[in-house]
């Protein structure tokens, strides 16, 4: 349900895909490029007051009436990782759509934890915001199509890209390009210059 998290990963692969000389043109306009990338997102979507969120309700109760641990050993993380992307697949129940399932804690907002649900409100790490993560069956099969067709192209383009950014490293990596790139941010008005 990290929907946000996946297209960010998909913007930083086609950026690799674009070659090294589009580094330095577009690192003053990227941060706030993906911040508006983000926007509607669920799991992007923070909220300071709890009580802003729907009330928690399950379709059932945890199993023995306990809740999932947030450690789980190699053979389960295998198994899961293995029947997760099937379970997305299915339709999430309505009413998770409306009231979250869990309240996670940021320290145990682990994959294979918030995997079991169709939605969670899942606390940030300093505690001052949470998100109320939802599963979206559409959204997973056009994030699943992205993914593979970014990969793919990666892999068909790796050895290309690889020279590219192996002959570029020397001008992308020099003081004199960061200078050019930062250079907006560090000029200050020369002494009598600027407002009055």
């Known amino acids: 349900m990290q929907y946000s998290t996946v297209a960010l990963r998909h913007k930083a ?44 309700q399950r379709h059932k109760l945890p199993r023995k009436g306990r809740e999932a641990s947030p450690v789980i050993s190699g053979r389960q993380a ?19 759509q409306v009231h979250p399932e869990a309240e996670i ?14 939605s969670a409100v899942v606390s940030m790490p300093d505690g001052t915001a949470a998100a109320f993560y939802r599963r979206d069956r559409e959204k997973f099969l056009d994030l699943l199509k992205r993914t593979v067709a970014v990969h793919r192209e990666l892999t068909a383009r790796w050895d290309e890209l690889a020279e ?32 009055r």
């Open 78 to 96: 295998t198994v899961q990782a293995l029947l997760q992307p099937l379970r997305q697949l299915r339709r999430p129940r309505d009413l998770a």
């Open 105 to 118: 804690m940021a320290q145990d907002a682990r994959w294979h934890k918030i995997a079991r649900y169709d």
């Open 13 to 56: 692969l086609e950026d690799v895909l674009r070659g090294p000389d589009g580094l330095h043109p577009t690192l003053g306009t990227t941060l706030p490029a993906l911040k508006e990338m983000i926007k509607g997102y669920d799991d992007a979507t923070l909220v300071s007051d709890p009580s802003a969120f729907p009330e928690v």
């Open 164 to 195: 590219q950014y192996r002959t570029a490293l020397p001008e992308i990596t020099s003081p004199q390009a960061w200078e050019r790139t930062f250079g907006p941010w560090l000029q200050q008005d020369e002494p009598g210059e600027g407002t």
